[in-house]
């Protein structure tokens, strides 16, 4: 089995739901806590043992690899002050020489297409997709389903249970059998943001794929699906039968970052798991709520 040692994360979005904030900076840097969403993404890539790091970005939005690069005059700077765990925190965030590659999508034309940009950096291994707006920790995601797919191969892709209503808002698996002891659900498909009453099941993709190249076959055709897009959900969909497909069910801590109270859920169980801001934090939340 090849290691996976690629991950693609696709950035190039407008981010218009977060419209006004996202106007200048946009919405991979938005911060949780003391760093922005993107950073998560990476720090669970690299403990899943990805060595390069494939943002596929677009124009206006170079702030995103500069996030990732070193700054020597600021590393001085902090040196010199003898400001080491800030020193270290930089240092921990940027990606090593050579590893992270930038390649372009110049029009959104949904996130199959975005994957799809990346086809020459991937070239031909089974490799991982993070989109960022999911912040997934307790444990990272990454990590247990490269493991999982080292024993089945195929296209392994990272799912939690959401409410019925929600799931229009999601990629919805359609599971062929329960959920294996590792967490594997064998799959006979998925549909791309499904009306409840037509949803195979609540099981809903949550942003992490490994996948093998044949996937790009399916991406070449450009077939639009759901909101008129290329849809990766799609793409996937089609290497059923082919190759095996499984979801992975992820137990830990989940914050879709890509809507605005997952947001700012995300800020504050995250600021709560900070043992420096924890006490301060929920004397706060209980006087704001008048509990306290
Ligand atoms: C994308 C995917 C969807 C997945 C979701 C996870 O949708 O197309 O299948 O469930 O991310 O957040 P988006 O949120 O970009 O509309």
Redesign the pocket.
Known sequence: MTRIRKAVFPVAGLGTRFLPATKAIPKELATVVDRPVLQYAVEEARAAGIEEFIFVNSLGKSALENHFDRDLFLEQTLEKKGKTKLLEAVREAAIPDGQMIVVRQHAPLG?GHAVWCARNAVGNEPFAVL?P??VLVDPPCLPAMVAAHESVGGAVLATMPVAPELTKK??ILDPDGAEGADGLIPAKGMV?KPDPAEAPSNQ????RYVLPPEVFEALDKGERGAGGEI???DAIAQLVGRLPVHGFSFKGERH?C?SMDGFVKANLALGLKREELREDLTAYMRDLLGSG
Not at 204 to 207: E, N, Q, T, V, Y
């Open positions: 996130l989109l707006d999911e999601y990629g791309e809903s993709l949550i942003g849809q990766l959900t879709d890509g």
